[in-house]
């Protein structure tokens, strides 16, 4: 089966300064990945996705990158604001599956 | 464009009973999963549906159960309650048949167990 983990369960960043998020994953067979936001009360929100055919992945304000040699994923915010402070969340999908494998989750705040 | 809906938003049981919780995917979405978290396990896939058909179904007991509907809309059931099946339950919908298209969730059903 798959195993999702990630490096730190917490971050602590400045107010407009860049924050990285990383995942490992197990898989080799792992063919989409995708970064969830979850804000207290609520279900994951989806911010970006990529396969595995790719490396990297921008979105506004939000970079991805797979690097599948080593089966590491990383989640780049730019610019962090305070609405980023919530509970990040990788996913990962392996070829043929119809099911996510979400690492634990780490959690990000932003300090004023 | 409406969201992922899940019915009720909160729920109190007691243990033994059981429990039906409810998900409308969004409009022309056909392939709908369930999956729940709790604040030890994190996320776990319980069972997915496309066109009516299960395709992959999770490790959890067989209390655990579902259905999608005609019109992609989709149940889950879990009989006999117990304390630990106290957790938020999320349903996500995606586009296609093969899962690439991304997954939107609901807001959940937060199921408290008494």
């Known amino acids: 089966g798959e195993s999702v983990g990630l490096h730190l369960p917490t971050l602590s960043v400045q107010e407009g300064d860049n924050s990285i998020i990383n995942c490992a994953y197990s898989n080799s067979a792992s063919d989409y990945f995708i970064w969830y936001k979850q804000e207290s009360g609520k279900g994951p929100q989806f911010i970006i996705d990529i396969r595995s055919n790719m490396d990297k992945r921008q979105g506004q304000r939000v970079t991805v990158l797979l690097n599948k040699t080593v089966k590491h994923l990383s989640l780049q915010i730019a610019a962090t604001q305070p609405g980023d402070s919530a509970v990040y969340f990788c996913?990962?999908?392996?070829?043929?599956?119809?099911?996510?494998?979400f690492g634990a989750g780490t959690t990000v705040t932003v300090r004023a | 464009k409406a969201g992922v809906t899940q019915t009720p938003r909160y729920l109190i049981k007691t243990r033994g009973q059981q429990v039906t919780l409810s998900c409308s995917p969004i409009?022309?979405?056909?392939?709908v999963s369930w999956y729940q978290q709790t604040p030890g396990q994190g996320l776990q896939f319980l069972f997915e549906?496309?066109?009516?058909?299960?395709?992959n179904k999770g490790n959890f007991p067989g209390r655990f159960s579902g259905r999608q509907f005609s019109n992609s809309r989709s149940e889950m059931n879990v009989s006999t309650l117990e304390l630990g099946d106290s957790a938020l339950y999320l349903c996500?919908?995606?586009?296609?048949?093969?899962?690439?298209?991304?997954?939107?969730f609901g807001s959940g059903t937060r199921l408290t167990v008494v």
């Open positions: 549906y496309f066109s009516e058909t299960q395709r």
């Open positions: 996913a990962v999908r392996a070829r043929g599956d119809y099911k996510l494998s």
């Open positions: 409009s022309g979405h056909r392939s």
């Open positions: 996500a919908s995606s586009l296609g048949s093969r899962g690439l298209d991304g997954y939107t």
